[in-house]
């Protein structure tokens, strides 16, 4: 299973931005997609996830701010961020489980998308 996280670019504070990740590959449901990001120097932090019947989660930092949603057909999440900050300047990354058509477990993370909020 291999997942494709894109949407990151260079935007100012106050700025408004749409990550999306896309899974493909021998997948047979997907239970969870979440997103996380890392800082320089710092490590990899969950930031948002939701799960199978759409209940979300957020770190404190981002409530109100960010909303993770899904489309279920298409195998894709997505993370809207708005009202940006410099602090929220990292490289995002998209993580799904589920299991693949064989009924294996997989657990698989994006490549990464730079997000810079210049302020």
Request: glycine share 10%.
């Amino acid at each position: 299973v291999q997942l494709v996280d894109s949407g990151g670019v260079l935007v100012q504070a106050v700025g408004s931005l749409r990550l999306s990740c896309a899974a493909s590959g021998s997948i047979g449901i997907i239970n969870h997609m979440a997103w996380y990001r890392q800082s320089p120097g710092k490590q990899r932090d969950l930031v948002a996830d939701i799960i199978s019947d759409g209940s979300t989660s957020y770190t404190d930092s981002v409530k109100s701010r960010f909303t993770i949603s899904r489309d279920v057909a298409k195998k894709m999440a997505y993370l809207q961020r708005n009202s940006l900050s410099p602090e929220d300047t990292a490289v995002y990354y998209c993580n799904a489980d589920g299991f693949s058509l064989r009924g294996f477990k997989f657990l698989s993370w994006g490549q990464g998308t730079q997000v810079t909020v210049s302020s």
